[in-house]
């Protein structure tokens, strides 16, 4: 049965019309889970691609993996979909659900801004580089993927190699007009930017250098990290997450402010502060990631020094 | 014993072109053996007569071609609604015509009642027939300020909740989210418009409707509501149709009170086309005389009320265009092809005049494909199709199942905000779909609208709206094509016309006994015709 003191399940909505490829990129999520016990509900197992020696069980609409993730297939049905996520035993640490590709993510989205029990992480939007643009003037879905890219804290371009680096280009471009405060990736997505940060950023040692940053995620990534021994007031670090510059793709930190402990995450454009009573640790800690050469770090740590010093 | 029983009656309405009335019909082993006068009807031989029926009239039991099985297991919870309504147990529940009947009646139900964490649900209220003020949480919180209580709408998109249960989803003054209405001091007021923010209440109240679609006993009170409005072949169309389900509906359709033989429709956005063209050719082989497996339900837009169908331009009348697709028009494209060549009966729901172009698109595309007669693929709904759509269906040998009963309970709001005067005057168009030659039903949706087919033929009739305006004359039909429409006409949209929807020689033994004769009636009070039984395979059904 479903535990209301667990903390709010993460949800991340994967949009995208047909052929974005939403479905490689659930591939990939469950192949590389990394020991993140994922729950995801997609359309359809026709397409995945999961590696038989992967498959724990399998039985009706679930499979079970040995990595602790589960895939289960829905029928449409939200509200059952919802339910069994809720109720799974023990309940999964993230949960990411298949748009169809006609389905308006808000309408997912929804659900978990409205149930106390989940929290919305991220709408993901893919945007296909061959045929988005064609799409999107289509008098009979041309309205859906407009609503798609409009929802999305943050926007994938897919197909970019065969779309060639001008066609990608000029799609970025385009999406950026359309959506100016969405950050816009290209090709491929870390499970670290579609899930957040795995774990919670690491106290600082040494303080008078309270932040620090490094490339060695990958080369494609860049992330910085910030801890300070005094938590800021909730609306204060509201007003800094309200207007980060741009730059930054995922933000995750834990502030043990007064009334109570917050922990707050921001995806893209979606932010989401929420109450942790757990947390015991003093002061604050932040982490952002951005693309390498992307992430505005002077500038994060000036914000967050601010707002540690007006603690 | 021969086994022969004559029924007589004061009228029998055939609805056969060879005999179109009779008094007396013969059957034997549940089938038509002879329908005529009483020499005629006597004539295979010694016969038992029944004469229970002898001062009512007769006529094929109504088959209600578009319906939903959770339209019995919803009665669990109170009903609250505007009209008068039958419970499955065939008492009636006065209509509720002002928010204190409301209350009283909920007030009065929460008293019976013992154990006070039980949540008090109601459904079927429908605020557009109410004056004063919108029913909100302090209405709710003079009935009980601490026992949860919520309150569907007749269109299940909203629900209005109380202070205890809006407590327990966590809505509370400060409360951001979408569909959670709010009152001027930014407490929520307790509507909650739409699932998403229904949700959180829904399922802490534990009303899950999937589960009353598959509870026993909401499968038997969905036969009892069919029973009492004279229906006895009735639909249920959007079924999940697991193996637990079917070995259910076996069971409880094999029971020999169980009173109308039920076809759900498999539900084939549930997985890929494929599959779901092989599952639905596995259950067609397991029906039974009174489960009928093996149609398909696809569904395309949303609904007009709810601005989600998709319009063609103009769009809609007033307010925003949330038209919504549940399957991408190029996807139905490929499953209407494929569960086509593989020989499936669709049935596919579409609203606004958008989506009946992409399915009847769809359907050229398959013809074109496959080359196939008779296969009485279904449009259901069908609102806003024009003259030009229904030639289409007619040259593509298409049905329309037509929302008759949308005119009466949601026209004034099509009229005046959501399509405006033109569509509204062709919605619903019954005389297209006959001058052009379309094969005709129409229905009720329930639970969306009430389950009467002798309403909704009432509605053909007359189209007449909840105010009392007439939304376009020119597409009222006869009483007597409607009563086709509720018999043979629904009978052939589920290829059971060879065995239903008429009395005549060798077609099973299903009667609805009226107490009037709807021929004979005034066309305007087609509505009020009792229902006195119905009987299937020859048997009374209660
Ligand atoms: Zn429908
Ligand atoms: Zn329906």
């Known amino acids: 049965m479903s535990d209301a003191t667990l903390p709010p ?303 | 014993m021969s086994g022969i029983k004559i029924f007589n009656a004061r009228k029998i309405i055939t609805m056969d072109v060879n005999r179109p009335e009779a008094t007396h019909v013969a059957v034997r082993g549940g089938r038509i053996l002879a329908v005529g006068n009483k020499a005629e009807a006597s004539s295979w031989g010694e016969a038992e007569i029944d004469t229970r029926y002898a001062d009512q009239v007769i006529m094929p039991g109504f088959v209600e071609g578009h319906a939903h099985i959770v339209a019995g297991g919803i009665w669990k919870y109170v009903y609250t609604g505007f009209h008068d309504r039958m419970k499955p147990d065939g008492k009636s529940v006065k209509a509720m015509t002002t928010i204190e009947d409301v209350l009283a009646h909920l007030t009065s139900e929460e008293r019976k009642l013992e154990d006070p964490d039980v949540p008090l649900v109601g459904w079927g209220f429908d605020p557009i027939f109410l004056e004063g003020r919108r029913l909100d949480r302090h209405h709710l919180d003079q009935i009980s300020a601490t026992r949860p209580i919520a309150v569907l709408h007749s269109n299940f998109h909203l629900l209005t909740a109380n202070t205890p249960a809006l407590a327990l989803a966590q809505y509370t003054k400060g409360t951001n989210v979408e569909g959670v209405v709010l009152e001027k001091d930014g407490s929520p007021n307790g509507e909650l418009q739409e699932m998403a923010a229904m949700f959180p209440i829904l399922r802490r109240l534990k009303v899950d409707f999937s589960d009353l679609s598959k509870d026993p006993e909401g499968v038997r009170a969905y036969g009892d509501v069919a029973r009492l409005c004279g229906v006895t072949t009735v639909t249920d169309l959007f079924a999940e149709l697991d193996d637990e389900e079917v070995s259910q ?183 297209n779909a006959l001058d052009l030659g379309v094969p005709l039903a129409v229905h009720s949706d329930a639970p969306v609208t009430p389950m009467a087919p002798l309403f909704t033929a009432w509605c053909a009739v007359n189209r007449q709206t909840a105010s009392g305006r007439v939304l376009g004359p020119n597409q009222c039909i006869s009483v007597a094509e409607a009563l086709r429409a509720i018999t043979l006409g629904a009978a052939y949209t589920l290829k059971m016309d060879g065995e239903i929807g008429s009395i005549e020689c060798g077609k099973r033994a299903d009667f609805a006994v009226l107490g009037s004769d709807p021929l004979a009636g005034n066309p305007r009070e087609l509505k009020d015709v009792p229902v006195v039984a119905t009987v299937l395979d020859g048997e009374p059904t209660a």
Not at chain 1, 131 to 147: E, S
């Open chain 2, 249 to 431: 509906l076996e069971q409880i359709t094999a029971e020999p009170e169980f009173p109308v033989r039920l076809v759900p429709a498999l539900n084939a956005l549930g997985g890929p086309a494929a599959e779901i063209a092989d599952r639905a050719l596995a259950l067609r082989p397991r029906s039974t005389a009174k489960l009928r497996l093996g149609i398909v339900k696809l569904m395309t837009d949303g609904a007009i009320q709810g601005y989600t169908a998709q319009l063609k331009e103009p769009h809609y009348f007033k307010g925003p265009n949330n038209g919504i697709w549940n399957i991408a028009p190029e996807q139905l494209h490929e499953t209407v092809a494929l569960l086509h060549s593989k020989g499936i009966h669709m049935h596919i729901h579409v609203n606004g005049d958008r989506a009946s172009e992409v399915a009847l698109d769809a359907m050229e595309h398959a013809l074109a494909k496959h080359p196939r007669g008779d296969h009485r693929h279904t449009l259901q709904h069908v609102q806003l199709a024009d003259r030009a759509q229904f030639r289409r269906m007619a040259s593509l040998g298409l049905c329309a199942n037509l929302f008759a009963n949308h005119i009466y309970y949601f026209g004034d709001k099509h009229y005046e905000l959501t399509i405006g005067p033109d569509r509204a005057n062709r919605m619903d168009a019954c005389a």
């Open chain 1, 9 to 311: 399940l993460p949800l991340t909505v994967i949009a995208g019309y047909l052929g974005s490829g939403k479905t490689t990129l659930i591939n990939k999520l469950l192949a590389d889970a990394g020991g993140r016990r994922i729950m995801v509900l997609v359309n359809d197992f026709g397409e995945l691609a999961i590696d038989a020696e992967l498959i724990a069980a399998r039985g009706g609409d679930t499979i079970s993996l040995s990595n602790g993730c589960v895939c289960c297939a829905i029928g449409g049905d939200l509200f059952q979909a919802f339910a069994k996520a809720l109720d799974a035993s023990p309940r999964p640490d993230h949960l990411v659900i298949e748009a169809s590709g006609v389905a308006e993510p808000d309408r997912i989205a929804n659900f978990a801004r409205a149930e106390p029990e989940l929290r919305l992480d991220l709408i993901v939007t893919l945007v296909d580089a061959l045929n988005a643009r064609t799409q999107a003037d289509d008098p009979l879905i041309g309205r859906t993927l407009h609503q798609q890219f409009q929802s999305a804290g943050l926007l994938l371009i897919t197909k970019d190699q065969l779309a060639g680096q001008e066609q990608a280009t000029g799609l970025a471009s385009w999406l950026s007009t359309l959506c100016p405060e969405t950050p816009i990736l290209r090709g491929e997505m870390d499970l670290e930017i579609l899930l957040g940060p795995e774990t919670n950023p690491p106290p600082s040692v040494d303080q008078k250098h309270p932040h620090d940053h490094d490339h060695s995620h990958e080369d494609m990534y860049e992330r910085w990290s910030f801890s300070a021994p005094l938590a800021p007031d909730v609306e204060a670090l509201r007003v800094v997450l309200e207007n980060l510059p741009t730059g930054i793709l995922r933000l995750k930190g834990v502030a043990n402010s007064t009334p109570e402990p917050v922990e707050f995450h921001t995806a893209g454009r979606h932010i989401n502060i929420t109450p942790a009573p757990g947390v015991t640790t003093h002061g604050l800690r932040v982490v952002a990631i951005g693309l390498a050469g992307n992430l505005p770090t002077d500038e994060l740590a000036a914000r967050f020094e601010t707002l540690a010093t007006s603690a």
